[in-house]
């Protein structure tokens, strides 16, 4: 009877033990599935902003551009008349002011890289983003495998269940629990 | 310095659209308008094997293949050996200089670049 009784006690404690390792993975998983993901869309979704307005930037550009070319055509087709002085100094002031605004506009075509430069930026952002949910993903499966005879098969399965998991958009407790009754939680 | 003649034509290699964009439009005013694009260094070294290019520009980090495979793979190549190319790129350590002109790269720049920077490396290219 007193056997029976401490291996019921031994039972009892198993069971709250595992139960603590069941709520310590639920949080990390359900929470970091959720951050994760969105956290990653956010940074394309500016990334790919970026890159929308960068264009819209340079369509106008490419505008302003052309006009200018316009303006030098004809303002050199006007000094090709031989227009009266005071005239001919206007042409040439417009010719000079006109050049002045093409190289303004080359210029700032150059600062259009800063998309490229931040792009590459957030490119490491979303690395670490990568590296962390890596992180997070042994931190789980270790927890998960603590104290169990597992073959390295059976591990590396796990971690690729947890893997899809923290590669979905969001998860319900649903998928939480069948994770975990996949791992004979 | 005398520059490259405008007819001469050339593959802008960048991942990002913009960037290709912003080169193309600094060749178009440097006088060059015979410009090819590509996505990365896998799909620039399929239209090299396929087509005449005269000049490579490409930027360093690109998915795929990335610049510094492209121009070992150019370097590689009995065809394709001798074609000039530049660096453009953010990647401005010393090191990172150094690999890739180990790799063979005939030049480099560091972006953001201006167009007296492209037209003095392209002049010096081409010398």
């Given at each position: 009877?007193?056997?029976?009784?401490s291996?019921?006690?031994?039972?009892?404690?198993n069971?709250?033990?595992?139960?603590?390792?069941?709520?310590?993975?639920?949080?990390p998983?359900?929470e970091?599935?959720?951050?994760?993901?969105?956290?990653?869309?956010?940074i394309?979704?500016?990334?790919?902003?970026?890159?929308?307005?960068?264009?819209?930037?340079?369509?106008?550009?490419?505008?302003?551009?052309k006009?200018?070319?316009?303006?030098?055509?004809?303002?050199?087709?006007?000094?090709?008349?031989?227009?009266?002085?005071?005239?001919?100094?206007?042409?040439?002031?417009?010719?000079?002011?006109?050049n002045?605004?093409?190289?303004?506009l080359?210029?700032?075509?150059t600062?259009?890289?800063?998309?490229?430069l931040?792009g590459?930026?957030?490119?490491?952002?979303?690395?670490?983003?990568?590296?962390?949910?890596?992180?997070?993903?042994?931190?789980?499966?270790?927890?998960?495998?603590?104290?169990?005879?597992?073959?390295?098969?059976?591990?590396?399965?796990?971690?690729?269940?947890?893997?899809?998991?923290?590669s979905?958009?969001?998860?319900?407790?649903?998928?939480v629990?069948?994770?975990?009754?996949?791992?004979?939680? | 310095?005398?520059?490259?003649?405008?007819?001469?034509?050339?593959?802008?290699?960048?991942?990002?659209?913009?960037?290709?964009?912003?080169?193309?439009?600094?060749?178009?005013?440097?006088g060059?308008?015979?410009?090819?694009e590509?996505?990365?260094?896998?799909?620039?070294?399929?239209?090299?094997?396929?087509?005449?290019?005269?000049?490579?520009?490409?930027?360093?980090n690109?998915?795929?293949?990335?610049?510094?495979?492209?121009?070992?793979?150019?370097?590689?190549?009995?065809?394709?050996?001798?074609?000039?190319?530049?660096?453009?790129?953010?990647?401005?350590?010393?090191?990172?200089?150094?690999?890739?002109?180990?790799?063979?790269?005939?030049?480099?720049?560091?972006?953001?670049?201006?167009?007296?920077?492209?037209?003095?490396?392209?002049?010096?290219?081409?010398?």
């Amino acid at each position: 009877m007193k056997e029976l009784e401490s291996i019921i006690k031994e039972l009892i404690e198993n069971v709250r033990e595992l139960e603590q390792v069941i709520e310590g993975i639920k949080k990390p998983v359900s929470e970091s599935s959720q951050l994760l993901p969105e956290t990653t869309r956010n940074i394309e979704d500016v990334m790919l902003f970026l890159e929308q307005t960068s264009h819209s930037i340079m369509n106008l550009l490419e505008i302003i551009n052309k006009n200018s070319e316009i303006i030098k055509k004809d303002v050199e087709f006007l000094l090709s008349l031989n227009p009266i002085s005071k005239v001919k100094q206007k042409l040439e002031s417009i010719k000079e002011k006109n050049n002045e605004n093409i190289n303004i506009l080359l210029e700032l075509y150059t600062h259009m890289s800063f998309h490229d430069l931040a792009g590459q930026q957030l490119k490491l952002v979303l690395q670490v983003l990568e590296k962390l949910k890596n992180s997070l993903l042994d931190i789980i499966v270790s927890q998960v495998t603590a104290g169990r005879d597992l073959k390295e098969e059976e591990v590396s399965g796990i971690k690729g269940k947890v893997s899809e998991l923290l590669s979905k958009e969001r998860v319900d407790q649903k998928d939480v629990d069948k994770l975990l009754e996949e791992f004979g939680l | 310095m005398p520059m490259p003649s405008t007819d001469i034509r050339i593959l802008v290699v960048d991942d990002m659209s913009t960037m290709r964009r912003i080169i193309k439009t600094i060749l178009n005013q440097l006088g060059y308008s015979n410009i090819d694009e590509a996505e990365n260094g896998k799909q620039a070294l399929a239209k090299l094997k396929k087509e005449r290019f005269d000049f490579v520009i490409t930027d360093w980090n690109m998915p795929e293949m990335d610049g510094l495979e492209l121009v070992k793979a150019i370097r590689a190549d009995e065809e394709l050996k001798t074609l000039p190319v530049l660096m453009v790129t953010a990647e401005a350590k010393k090191e990172n200089v150094m690999e890739a002109l180990k790799a063979g790269v005939n030049n480099y720049i560091v972006k953001p670049f201006t167009p007296e920077i492209l037209k003095e490396k392209m002049e010096k290219i081409f010398r």
